[in-house]
C-alpha cells in the first residue's frame, strides 16, 4: 500500500483561495440553511427518509434502513417502485409532457428535442419490444451504444421491467465487451451500426460481432443484437440473432404499465477496475440509488428543473453518466442536454457553442477537459456567449487550482459556484461536495461529506485521524446509493471495500481534513490509476501485456501528466527467444496490443523495454521504485531488492544513458 501521501502540491497553491456564496446565489439556492447538516446528523435515516419521499412510491416503505452484516445494506426495502416511472411517466402525468427532456446534438451537427411526453412513448415501445424478445426482470442486458437519445431509452426500457443493465463504454474493445456480457451472462447486447467520435465513425456493431465471435465453440448467453442505425455505416446482420432497433420498434404498442418493484430490486451492474486484472461488477439497486441520485441533483447541482438547461458531458458508459445524464436529471425532471461527439471536434470551440446554442445553465465535467480547454486558451471559449451558465461541475479526480480558476473565471465568468463533486462507481452518487448556497469553496477541495454522509479519515488500523494528516478515507455509516455486490463475486466485495475497517466503508483513496474541516483527496492508494478522471488498472494492463506472445513480465505504474492526471507507463521484459518484435519497434506494437486488448484508453503513454524489473527477494515486483525512476527522482531505499543493479539498469535507460 502506498501511504505516501502526507503532503500534496494542490494544497499549499489552494491554501489562500476562498470564495464564500455570492449573495444573489445564496438567496435562490434550494439548500440555504447550513442547519441542514445538524438536523440530517440528528436523525439520518429520517433525513434520507424524507427524500426518499421525494420520488414515487407504488407501494411506500415503512423500513428506512436495514443491516444485516456492515457489508449487507438495504435501504427502503418494503417499499416497490418503477425506476422508469420515476423517470419518465409521472413527469407526463403531473402535466410536464411538453417539458423538452433531451437536447440532442450529434457530432455532425444533427439535432433533436425530445419532449418528457415523447420519451414515454419510446420508454413504453421499447419495453414492450424488451419483453417480446425475452427480458424479464432480473435478466441482464448489455448496452454498447454511442451517445445518442436511443441509449437513455435503452436504460429506462430496461429499469421499466425490473431487469438489469450493463452499460459498457463505446470505447472499450471486443475482448473488454466480450468479458462484461459473459460474466452477467447477458442475453440481449443492445449497440448501434456506428457512433460518431473525431469526424469519424465507431463501428460499434462490427465490435460486437467481434466480441461475440471470440466466444466461439462456447455457449453464449447472448441470444439477440438489437441494432440502433445510427451513422449508416454497412454491418452484417446475422439472423436470426440480430435485429434492427428501428425497425422492430415500430411494430411494439405504445403503451406499457409499469410493474411495480422492490426498493433492492437491481438496477445496474457497472464494470470498473480494481487491484486485479478482473474488472468488478458494481451492481446497485433501485430505490436507494434513485434517492441518492436525485437528491444531490437538487442539492449539489441546485437544479430548477422549470428553468434550467443542464449538461453533464460524461458518457453514459461510466457511473457519471448513468448518476448525473440518466437517473439523477430525468428523476427531476431535467432539461437537459446530450452530446455525441468529442469536444475538438470540428474543433475545439465545439463545447462552447453548444454552452451559446442551447443556453446551458449547469455545466458538469471533468479537470482533464478544463486543461484541455486551458491549453487551447481562453479565446477560444472567450468567442461563445457562456452568460446563461450559473453552475459549474466538476468531477473524477482532483482539480489542480490553476484549472479551478481557470474554469471559474473564463468559463463562469467569475459568477458560477464550482461544485467538486468526490463519488465512485461504488457509492452511486456523490459523496462529498460542496452546497453552492452555503460552502465557502476552497478551489481542490471536495469541501465536505454531504448531510447524511460520513466521512473519516483513518489510519491503517482503523482509527481516527487528527486533521490535517493524511491518511484512509472511509465512508463510516452507510448511505442510500451504497453497492450491494460485486456481481457474481460477494467474497471480493467483501475484502475489497469491508474487510480493513469492519463496520466501515474503504474507499481506496488517500485524504485529509484541514482544520476548518474541508477535504483534501490525495489520490488512490492501491493499484488502481486515474487516466483522464477513467479508472484503470495496473494489473489488468499488465494482464494484457503478457497476453502478447513476445512478452515475458511486465509492470505498469502510472505516472503524473499534466493533461491526463496520470498516465500508464509500463516496463516490459521480452522473451528472450521470440522473434515477434525487435525491441526498436515493440513500444509501438505493444501499446497497440493493449489498445486493442482493453480499449484505447488504456494505451500505455510510455513503454520501457527492460532487461529486468526490480523485485523483492521473494519476487514481488517494487512499483514505488519505478515510480521513482519515471518520475526522475532518486531511487529510495532499495535494500529490499533481490539484485541492486536491475534498478540502476532502467534508471539509467530512463534518463537515456
Ligand atoms: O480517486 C477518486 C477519484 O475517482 C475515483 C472513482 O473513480 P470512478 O469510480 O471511475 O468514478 C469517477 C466518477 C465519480 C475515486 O476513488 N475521484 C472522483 N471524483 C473525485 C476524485 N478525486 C478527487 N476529487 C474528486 N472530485
Same mark, same amino acid.
Not at 101 to 111: I, K, Q, R, V, Y
Not at 233 to 252: A, G, K, S
Given at each position: 500500500?502506498?501511504?505516501?501521501?502526507?503532503?500534496?502540491?494542490?494544497?499549499?497553491?489552494?491554501?489562500?483561495?476562498?470564495?464564500?456564496?455570492?449573495?444573489?446565489?445564496?438567496?435562490?439556492?434550494?439548500?440555504?440553511?447550513?442547519?441542514?447538516?445538524?438536523?440530517?446528523?440528528?436523525?439520518?435515516?429520517?433525513?434520507?427518509?424524507?427524500?426518499?419521499?421525494?420520488?414515487?412510491?407504488?407501494?411506500?416503505?415503512?423500513?428506512?434502513?436495514?443491516?444485516?452484516?456492515?457489508?449487507?445494506?438495504?435501504?427502503?426495502?418494503?417499499?416497490?417502485?418503477?425506476?422508469?416511472?420515476?423517470?419518465?411517466?409521472?413527469?407526463?402525468?403531473?402535466?410536464?409532457?411538453?417539458?423538452?427532456?433531451?437536447?440532442?446534438?450529434?457530432?455532425? &451537427?444533427?439535432?433533436?428535442?425530445?419532449?418528457?411526453?415523447?420519451?414515454?412513448?419510446?420508454?413504453?415501445?421499447?419495453?414492450?419490444?424488451?419483453? %417480446?424478445?425475452?427480458?424479464?426482470?432480473?435478466?441482464?442486458?448489455?448496452?454498447?451504444?454511442?451517445?445518442?437519445?436511443?441509449?437513455?431509452?435503452?436504460?429506462?426500457?430496461?429499469?421499466?421491467?425490473?431487469?438489469?443493465?450493463?452499460?459498457?463504454?463505446?470505447?472499450?474493445?471486443?475482448?473488454?465487451?466480450?468479458?462484461?456480457?459473459?460474466?452477467?451472462?447477458?442475453?440481449?447486447?443492445?449497440?448501434?451500426?456506428?457512433?460518431?467520435?473525431?469526424?469519424?465513425?465507431?463501428?460499434?456493431?462490427?465490435?460486437?460481432?467481434?466480441?461475440?465471435?471470440?466466444?466461439?465453440?462456447?455457449?453464449?448467453?447472448?441470444?439477440?443484437?438489437?441494432?440502433?442505425?445510427?451513422?449508416?455505416?454497412?454491418?452484417?446482420?446475422?439472423?436470426?440473432?440480430?435485429?434492427?432497433?428501428?425497425?422492430?420498434?415500430?411494430?411494439?404498442? %405504445?403503451?406499457?404499465?409499469?410493474?411495480?418493484?422492490?426498493?433492492?430490486?437491481?438496477?445496474?451492474?457497472?464494470?470498473?477496475?480494481?487491484?486485479?486484472?478482473?474488472?468488478?461488477?458494481?451492481?446497485?439497486?433501485?430505490?436507494?440509488?434513485?434517492?441518492?441520485?436525485?437528491?444531490?441533483?437538487?442539492?449539489?447541482?441546485?437544479?430548477?428543473?422549470?428553468?434550467?438547461?443542464?449538461?453533464?458531458?460524461?458518457?453514459?458508459?461510466?457511473?457519471?453518466?448513468?448518476?448525473?445524464?440518466?437517473?439523477?436529471?430525468?428523476?427531476?425532471?431535467?432539461?437537459?442536454?446530450?452530446?455525441?461527439?468529442?469536444?475538438?471536434?470540428?474543433?475545439?470551440?465545439?463545447?462552447?457553442?453548444?454552452?451559446?446554442?442551447?443556453?446551458?445553465?449547469?455545466?458538469?465535467?471533468?479537470?482533464?477537459?478544463?486543461?484541455?480547454?486551458?491549453?487551447?486558451?481562453?479565446?477560444?471559449?472567450?468567442?461563445?456567449?457562456?452568460?446563461?451558465?450559473?453552475?459549474?461541475?466538476?468531477?473524477?479526480?482532483?482539480?489542480?487550482?490553476?484549472?479551478?480558476?481557470?474554469?471559474?473565471?473564463?468559463?463562469?465568468?467569475?459568477?458560477?459556484?464550482?461544485?467538486?463533486?468526490?463519488?465512485?462507481?461504488?457509492?452511486?452518487?456523490?459523496?462529498?461536495?460542496?452546497?453552492?448556497?452555503?460552502?465557502?469553496?476552497?478551489?481542490?477541495?471536495?469541501?465536505?461529506?454531504?448531510?447524511?454522509?460520513?466521512?473519516?479519515?483513518?489510519?491503517?488500523?482503523?482509527?481516527?485521524?487528527?486533521?490535517?494528516?493524511?491518511?484512509?478515507?472511509?465512508?463510516?455509516?452507510?448511505?442510500?446509493?451504497?453497492?450491494?455486490?460485486?456481481?457474481?463475486?460477494?467474497?471480493?466485495?467483501?475484502?475489497?471495500?469491508?474487510?480493513?475497517?469492519?463496520?466501515?466503508?474503504?474507499?481506496?483513496?488517500?485524504?485529509?481534513?484541514?482544520?476548518?474541516?474541508?477535504?483534501?483527496?490525495?489520490?488512490?492508494?492501491?493499484?488502481?490509476?486515474?487516466?483522464?478522471?477513467?479508472?484503470?488498472?495496473?494489473?489488468?494492463?499488465?494482464?494484457?501485456?503478457?497476453?502478447?506472445?513476445?512478452?515475458?513480465?511486465?509492470?505498469?505504474?502510472?505516472?503524473?501528466?499534466?493533461?491526463?492526471?496520470?498516465?500508464?507507463?509500463?516496463?516490459?521484459?521480452?522473451?528472450?527467444?521470440?522473434?515477434?518484435?525487435?525491441?526498436?519497434?515493440?513500444?509501438?506494437?505493444?501499446?497497440?496490443?493493449?489498445?486493442?486488448?482493453? &480499449?484505447?484508453?488504456?494505451?500505455?503513454?510510455?513503454?520501457?523495454?527492460?532487461?529486468?524489473?526490480?523485485?523483492?527477494?521473494?519476487?514481488?515486483?517494487?512499483?514505488?521504485?519505478?515510480?521513482?525512476?519515471?518520475?526522475?527522482?532518486?531511487?529510495?531505499?532499495?535494500?529490499?531488492?533481490?539484485?541492486?543493479?536491475?534498478?540502476?539498469?532502467?534508471?539509467?535507460?530512463?534518463?537515456?544513458?
Amino acid at each position: 500500500m502506498n501511504l505516501n501521501i502526507e503532503s500534496h502540491p494542490l494544497h499549499d497553491a489552494a491554501a489562500e483561495l476562498s470564495y464564500p456564496p455570492s449573495e444573489e446565489f445564496a438567496r435562490q439556492a434550494n439548500v440555504q440553511d447550513p442547519g441542514i447538516y445538524r438536523a440530517a446528523a440528528a436523525d439520518p435515516l429520517e433525513y434520507w427518509a424524507e427524500e426518499a419521499r421525494q420520488l414515487h412510491w407504488h407501494k411506500p416503505f415503512t423500513e428506512v434502513f436495514y443491516r444485516d452484516k456492515p457489508h449487507q445494506n438495504e435501504w427502503f426495502r418494503d417499499g416497490e417502485l418503477n425506476i422508469a416511472f420515476n423517470c419518465v411517466d409521472r413527469h407526463v402525468l403531473a402535466g410536464l409532457g411538453d417539458r423538452t427532456a433531451l437536447l440532442f446534438e450529434g457530432e455532425p &451537427g444533427d439535432t433533436r428535442s425530445i419532449s418528457y411526453r415523447e420519451l414515454h412513448v419510446e420508454v413504453q415501445r421499447a419495453a414492450n419490444m424488451l419483453a %417480446a424478445l425475452g427480458v424479464r426482470q432480473g435478466d441482464r442486458v448489455a448496452i454498447y451504444m454511442p451517445m445518442i437519445p436511443e441509449t437513455v431509452v435503452a436504460m429506462l426500457a430496461v429499469a421499466r421491467l425490473g431487469a438489469i443493465h450493463s452499460v459498457v463504454f463505446g470505447g472499450f474493445s471486443a475482448e473488454s465487451l466480450r468479458a462484461r456480457i459473459n460474466d452477467a451472462g447477458a442475453k440481449l447486447v443492445i449497440t448501434a451500426d456506428g457512433g460518431n467520435r473525431k469526424g469519424r465513425i465507431t463501428k460499434l456493431k462490427d465490435t460486437v460481432d467481434a466480441a461475440l465471435r471470440l466466444d466461439a465453440g462456447e455457449p453464449s448467453p447472448v441470444e439477440h443484437v438489437l441494432v440502433v442505425k445510427r451513422c449508416g455505416n454497412e454491418v452484417t446482420m446475422q439472423e436470426p440473432r440480430d435485429l434492427w432497433w428501428d425497425e422492430e420498434i415500430m411494430t411494439y404498442d %405504445a403503451e406499457h404499465r409499469p410493474q411495480a418493484f422492490a426498493a433492492e430490486n437491481p438496477l445496474f451492474i457497472l464494470y470498473t477496475s480494481g487491484t486485479t486484472g478482473k474488472p468488478k461488477g458494481i451492481l446497485h439497486t433501485s430505490g436507494g440509488y434513485l434517492t441518492q441520485a436525485a437528491s444531490t441533483m437538487r442539492g449539489v447541482f441546485d437544479l430548477k428543473p422549470e428553468t434550467d438547461i443542464y449538461w453533464c458531458t460524461a458518457d453514459v458508459g461510466w457511473i457519471t453518466g448513468h448518476s448525473y445524464v440518466v437517473y439523477g436529471p430525468l428523476a427531476n425532471g431535467a432539461t437537459q442536454v446530450i452530446y455525441e461527439g468529442s469536444p475538438d471536434t470540428p474543433d475545439w470551440s465545439r463545447w462552447w457553442q453548444i454552452v451559446e446554442k442551447y443556453g446551458v445553465t449547469i455545466l458538469y465535467t471533468a479537470p482533464t477537459a478544463i486543461r484541455a480547454a486551458m491549453r487551447i486558451g481562453r479565446q477560444v471559449a472567450q468567442q461563445h456567449d457562456l452568460s446563461s451558465l450559473r453552475l459549474l461541475g466538476s468531477v473524477g479526480e482532483p482539480i489542480n487550482p490553476e484549472a479551478w480558476r481557470w474554469y471559474y473565471e473564463v468559463i463562469g465568468g467569475h459568477r458560477c459556484p464550482i461544485v467538486d463533486t468526490w463519488w465512485q462507481t461504488e457509492t452511486g452518487a456523490i459523496m462529498a461536495a460542496p452546497l453552492p448556497g452555503i460552502t465557502t469553496l476552497r478551489p481542490g477541495s471536495a469541501q465536505r461529506a454531504l448531510p447524511g454522509i460520513y466521512l473519516e479519515v483513518l489510519d491503517d488500523a482503523g482509527e481516527s485521524m487528527d486533521p490535517p494528516t493524511g491518511g484512509l478515507l472511509a465512508a463510516v455509516t452507510p448511505w442510500p446509493s451504497m453497492a450491494r455486490t460485486i456481481w457474481g463475486d460477494d467474497q471480493r466485495f467483501v475484502e475489497t471495500y469491508w474487510e480493513r475497517f469492519g463496520d466501515a466503508y474503504f474507499t481506496g483513496d488517500g485524504a485529509r481534513f484541514d482544520e476548518e474541516g474541508n477535504l483534501w483527496l490525495l489520490g488512490r492508494v492501491d493499484d488502481v490509476l486515474n487516466v483522464s478522471g477513467h479508472r484503470l488498472s495496473t494489473a489488468e494492463i499488465e494482464s494484457a501485456l503478457v497476453e502478447h506472445h513476445a512478452v515475458a513480465e511486465a509492470a505498469v505504474i502510472g505516472v503524473p501528466d499534466e493533461a491526463t492526471g496520470e498516465a500508464v507507463a509500463a516496463f516490459v521484459i521480452l522473451k528472450t527467444q521470440q522473434q515477434l518484435v525487435t525491441p526498436e519497434d515493440a513500444p509501438r506494437q505493444l501499446t497497440q496490443f493493449v489498445a486493442e486488448q482493453i &480499449g484505447a484508453i488504456a494505451r500505455p503513454k510510455q513503454l520501457l523495454i527492460v532487461p529486468e524489473l526490480p523485485k523483492t527477494r521473494s519476487g514481488k515486483i517494487m512499483r514505488r521504485l519505478l515510480r521513482d525512476a519515471a518520475a526522475g527522482k532518486s531511487i529510495g531505499d532499495t535494500t529490499t531488492l533481490a539484485d541492486t543493479t536491475v534498478i540502476q539498469v532502467i534508471t539509467d535507460q530512463i534518463s537515456g544513458r
